[in-house]
Each structure stands twice: as C-alpha cells, then as structure tokens.
C-alpha cells in the first residue's frame, strides 16, 4: 500500500508529515523548511509560483500573489468575511458563478478550491520527493469550526490536487492526536488553537486509545492577519499625522506595511520594543518619504488586547457547552503561530488558572496529527478510536423564517437524523426544504448548505403525504440527505445545491486547465 500523508492546509502556513516505522515525521521542503507559505502567485512573465517562491515576490507582485486564501474558501461573494477581507488584500477578489468568492491574479480567474488545491499538489510533492514514490491519499486537517460548505471545497481541492482525501479532521483533533501519542493516562484537556486566520477551541477527554471530542466552539475569521491588521493601521495612521500621506491607496506601500508589521509583532515576542524602517515608502514634492517608527509590545498589547478576549469568550462557550469548569481541565495546549505572544500565553493561563502546556511544536503538531489518524485509517490494527463532534447545529427553515434544529452542535458524528415532511396544499407536489447550518433561531442567521426540492408526491389532502428525509453527517464533517416516501417506501436521492462550491463539470474544467507540472515548481 502506498503512502498515505497528513497535511495542515494553514491559512498562512502549510506543513505536511508521515508515520515512518511507527513515528510520525514532517517532511521539510527542498529548501529544508518544515512549513511552506501558503501563497501561490502569477508572476509577471506569467510564471505560477508556489510556497516560498510567491512570498518572496509578494512584494513587487501585490496584486497577482495570493495569501489568506482559507479565510475566503467556501464564503459567498456576499459575505461580511469577503467583504472585509477585500478592504485588506492587495489581490482583487471577484463574484464567481456561484455567487462565491474568486481571485483575479493577472488576468486569469482563479476559484478558491483552485488555489488551495495548487498548496495542496505543492505539499504532495514535498512528500513524493521524500518517500520517492507517488502519493495519491492524504489525511487534510481544516479549522474545526468550518462550516459543511468550507470543508465541501476543501474536499474539492483534493480532487483537483490529484489527492483522494481519507479523512477531513478537525485541527484541534488533529493536535490533540499529536499530544495524546505515547500517552496512556486519562486527561481532559483543551487545545487553544489560534494560526493565521481562524481560532478554534475543543475540549477533549483523552485515554486509552480513545479520543473524544466534547465540544468545539470557533471563529473561523480570527486570526493572526487580524493582529497584522491592526498594526498595519497604526502603522498607516502615524504616517498620516506625521507625513501627511496615506498609504491606504498604494497596494505596493501597503504591502510592505503589512509584511514589516508581522514581523514586528513576531519580534514583540521575544523582547519588548522593535523597530520598523520602511525607506522609500512614498514619494510627494517633498520627494521620497520614509517611514521610521518604533513599536512597544505594551503598544501590540493594547492594539490587540479585545481580540484575545474574543477568544476568551468563546472558551467560555465551549466549556459550558461540554460542563467543564476551568478546574477540570487537566491541561490546555497551545496551537498555531499566534500562541506564541506572550500576552495570549498569560491571559489563557489566567483565564485556565493553568499555565499552558509547551511541549508541542505549535506549527508542526496538526500536520503530525493528520498523519497519525492517516496511520490510523490505513493499519491492520485499529488502535486509535476518535470520536469527534459536529461544529454548528444541522437544521432547516420553516414557517415564518424560522429555524428548527434537527442536529444540534457538538452532537458526535458521524450522526444521522430524520425528519418526515409533508404537504400544506391539498394536492402539492413538490416539497422545497431549505438546508441551514448555525446558531440563530432566524433562518436567515444561519449558513445556507443548499435547498433542494422533493418532487412527485402523489396527489393527496394537505398534511397525508409522509415524505422522510434523512439527514446525515460523515465523519468528515460533510452533509449528505437523502428522502423515502413513507407510503411507496421509494428513496429518492437529492442534491443539496449548495451555493459557493463548485460543480463536478467546473471541477474538471480545472483539474484539465492545470496539469500536474503547471503547478509543480521547485522551491
Ligand atoms: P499558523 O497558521 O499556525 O502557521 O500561524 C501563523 C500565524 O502565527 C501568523 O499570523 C504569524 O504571524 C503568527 N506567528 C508566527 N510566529 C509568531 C510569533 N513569534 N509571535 C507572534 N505571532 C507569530
């Protein structure tokens, strides 16, 4: 049997591992990194570069580099997320067909499952120089608190790729795997996930070879981009009092902005105070204009100290959802790049009443973890239960635009529920069922899944027909329905039209626009 690996698909980063002779390895790149940057550029002669490739001319490239890509997969072009993520990125993002969210790099369009399939062929790569034979099936972790469409497109991304996807687990899983190996005793712990662009929290009750899931809670639009960003507006508000210019209108200065500012905000970690030295940031009749500043990490503290109570509050939510208090979690596990602020690591330590564990590698432990349950999936042995949850109640509209919950959040998976419909008109026959994922108890709250139509009921007085619909959720997180008719007993199967994925004909399409060795570039 062939490899299977298991890949962190990052929203800044990405990294990949394998279980060599019982121990999981990562894989580093050709230029020895163990994580690659998730950024794929069109380069101006035309060139489709990946990974460190496309970082390094993100600068002089701004408007053809992508980055962040995950914080846009899955998202409708609508959204507040696209919206908000537009106001930020150099790169112009589009309406695609499917009322989704699509990337103009040069002068091609690119859909999201598209660019994150090309960061996912990059790390297959990786993995076959190292094995030195194909790779075709992967373990692909995604935040846990990605919705049915998000992780629908992720799963797309693999096919486009050229990866069959085993399994989608759920990041903080997927690290508590990594903690939990070579480990017997029976612990509660929380993994606090938070990386480039989205935070999740999971409680989980490990022991014994079983791993299960509690709760999770998230926010899949926070992240360390979020800090960034408010250290580049800082950083562009000073310039303003003092020079007089914004850089707001200038992608190329911005771009440098933002670049000096994460790496101003790494440095605050390790020591108190930094410098940032943009020269030639803008020109006016003055002539060049240079940016010069210093920054505190008292500074970084307060720019950013709402954010981290944002997390905070959804710890809370978490451990009410899965009847923990602080005092019952034996430890908590810190995940993602961002963790590594000082300030975060002690206001979750106050918030635990523990300081948090540091014996994992927040970068590489979701990527071992995938290829721990990729061991997993593929051994004689199964030795390894993981029982995980799903992130957001399952449910559909009714009357009035309401929501009636058939699936409740953090219900293990894989789960399947049903519910019988039936007619309001006499004579009806069709059935329109609207498929909703979220919180709200207003329909129009919740993601949208799909809507699809249950056709051929026999002519009958209103309220006789019994039509059951059954709605089920994998272990991968992923939404599947399918209908019976009560009285014929006949199944019908359905497609849940999902809005902002992509269809199986636009898959190809892709998958023949990008054959293996378009996307295939040394680092
Ligand atoms: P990940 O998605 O786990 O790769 O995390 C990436 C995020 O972690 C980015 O926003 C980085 O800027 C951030 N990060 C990496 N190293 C540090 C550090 N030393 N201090 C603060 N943030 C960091």
């Given at each position: 049997?062939?490899?299977?690996?298991?890949?962190?698909?990052?929203t800044?980063?990405?990294?990949?591992?394998?279980?060599?002779?019982?121990q999981p390895t990562?894989?580093?790149n050709?230029?020895?990194?163990?994580t690659?940057?998730?950024m794929?550029a069109?380069?101006?002669?035309?060139?489709?570069?990946?990974g460190?490739?496309?970082?390094?001319?993100?600068?002089?490239?701004?408007?053809?580099?992508?980055?962040?890509?995950?914080?846009?997969?899955?998202?409708r072009?609508?959204?507040e997320?696209?919206?908000?993520?537009?106001?930020?990125?150099?790169?112009?993002?589009?309406?695609?067909?499917?009322?989704?969210?699509?990337?103009?790099l040069?002068?091609?369009?690119?859909?999201?499952?598209?660019?994150?399939?090309?960061?996912?062929?990059?790390?297959?790569r990786v993995?076959?120089?190292?094995?030195g034979?194909?790779?075709?099936?992967?373990v692909?972790?995604?935040?846990?608190?990605?919705?049915?469409?998000?992780?629908?497109?992720?799963?797309?991304?693999?096919?486009?790729?050229?990866?069959?996807?085993?399994?989608?687990?759920?990041?903080?899983?997927?690290a508590a795997?990594?903690y939990?190996?070579?480990?017997?005793?029976?612990?509660?712990?929380?993994?606090y996930?938070?990386?480039?662009?989205?935070?999740d929290?999971s409680i989980l009750?490990?022991?014994?070879?079983v791993v299960?899931?509690?709760?999770?809670?998230?926010?899949?639009?926070?992240?360390?981009?979020d800090?960034?960003?408010?250290?580049?507006?800082h950083l562009?508000?000073?310039?303003?009092?003092?020079?007089?210019?914004?850089l707001?209108?200038?992608?190329?200065?911005?771009?440098?902005?933002?670049?000096?500012?994460?790496?101003?905000k790494?440095?605050?970690?390790?020591?108190?105070?930094?410098?940032?030295n943009?020269?030639?940031i803008?020109?006016?009749?003055?002539?060049?204009?240079?940016?010069?500043?210093?920054?505190?990490?008292?500074?970084?503290?307060?720019?950013?100290?709402?954010?981290?109570?944002?997390?905070?509050?959804?710890?809370?939510?978490?451990?009410?959802?899965?009847?923990?208090?602080?005092?019952?979690i034996?430890?908590?596990?810190?995940?993602?790049?961002?963790?590594?602020?000082?300030?975060?690591?002690t206001?979750?330590?106050?918030?635990?009443?523990k300081?948090?564990?540091?014996?994992v590698?927040?970068?590489?432990?979701?990527?071992?973890?995938?290829?721990l349950?990729?061991?997993a999936?593929?051994?004689?042995?199964?030795?390894?239960?993981?029982?995980?949850?799903?992130?957001?109640?399952?449910?559909?509209?009714?009357?009035g635009?309401?929501?009636?919950?058939?699936?409740?959040r953090?219900?293990?998976?894989?789960?399947?529920?049903?519910?019988?419909?039936?007619?309001?008109?006499?004579?009806?026959?069709?059935?329109?069922?609207?498929?909703?994922?979220?919180e709200?108890?207003?329909?129009?709250e919740n993601?949208?899944?799909?809507?699809?139509?249950?056709?051929?009921?026999?002519?009958?007085?209103?309220?006789?027909?019994?039509?059951?619909?059954?709605?089920?959720i994998?272990?991968?997180?992923?939404?599947?329905?399918?209908?019976?008719?009560?009285?014929?007993?006949?199944?019908?199967?359905?497609?849940?039209?999902?809005?902002?994925?992509?269809?199986d004909?636009?898959?190809?399409?892709?998958?023949?626009?990008n054959?293996?060795?378009?996307?295939?570039?040394?680092?």
């Open positions: 049997m062939g490899h299977v690996i298991g890949i962190d698909l990052g800044t980063n990405s990294c990949v591992a394998i279980v060599e002779n019982g990562v894989i580093p050709a230029g020895g990194y163990k690659t940057p998730s794929f069109v380069s101006q002669d035309g060139k489709r570069l990946v460190h490739l496309a970082k390094r001319q993100a600068i002089t490239n701004c408007t053809s580099t992508a980055y962040g890509v995950k914080r846009l997969i899955g998202r072009f609508d959204s997320e696209v919206t908000k993520t537009a106001e930020f990125v150099p790169y112009e993002i589009i309406r695609g067909s499917n009322d989704d969210a699509r990337l103009q040069a002068e091609k369009i690119f859909t999201c499952p598209e660019i994150a399939a090309i960061i996912l062929r990059e790390m297959k993995a076959q120089e190292y094995v034979e194909p790779v075709e099936e992967a692909v972790t995604v935040p846990a608190y990605f919705n049915d469409t998000q992780r629908q497109c992720t799963k797309d991304a693999g096919k486009i790729a050229g990866l069959e996807i085993l399994r989608i687990i759920n990041e903080p899983t997927a795997l990594s939990g190996f070579g480990r017997s005793d029976e612990e509660t712990i929380a993994i996930d938070l990386g480039g662009g989205t935070f929290i009750s490990m022991g014994d070879g299960e899931v509690l709760s999770t809670n998230g926010n899949t639009f926070l992240g360390g981009e800090f960034d960003r408010r250290i580049v507006d562009n508000a000073w310039f303003v009092d003092n020079d007089g210019i914004d707001r209108n200038d992608a190329m200065a911005m771009q440098r902005l933002k670049d000096a500012a994460e790496k101003a790494c440095d605050l970690s390790a020591r108190d105070v930094t410098e940032i943009l020269p030639f803008a020109t006016d009749e003055r002539g060049p204009r240079h940016l010069n500043v210093e920054i505190t990490r008292d500074t970084l503290e307060s720019l950013c100290h709402d954010l981290v109570s944002q997390s905070l509050k959804t710890c809370e939510a978490c451990m009410r959802d899965a009847k923990v208090g602080p005092d019952q034996d430890r908590v596990i810190l995940v993602g790049g961002q963790t590594r602020m000082p300030f975060l690591q206001a979750v330590a106050e918030f635990f009443g300081r948090p564990h540091k014996g590698n927040p970068d590489e432990v979701v990527a071992i973890g995938a290829a349950q990729a061991e999936l593929t051994a004689d042995e199964k030795d390894l239960l993981l029982l995980d949850v799903t992130p957001l109640s399952l449910g559909i509209a009714t009357f635009g309401r929501f009636a919950t058939l699936i409740e953090n219900t293990t998976v894989p789960v399947r529920r049903s519910h019988v419909f039936t007619t309001t008109r006499d004579d009806q026959r069709d059935v329109k069922v609207r498929v909703l994922q979220g709200s108890e207003v329909a129009a993601d949208l899944l799909g809507e699809f139509v249950l056709s051929g009921i026999k002519p009958a007085s209103k309220g006789e027909p019994e039509i059951e619909v059954s709605f089920d994998d272990a991968n997180g992923i939404v599947n329905v399918s209908a019976r008719d009560k009285a014929t007993g006949l199944e019908q199967s359905i497609t849940v039209n999902a809005a902002s994925t992509l269809s004909e636009e898959i190809q399409r892709i998958i023949e626009e054959p293996p060795d378009a996307i295939a570039l040394k680092v």
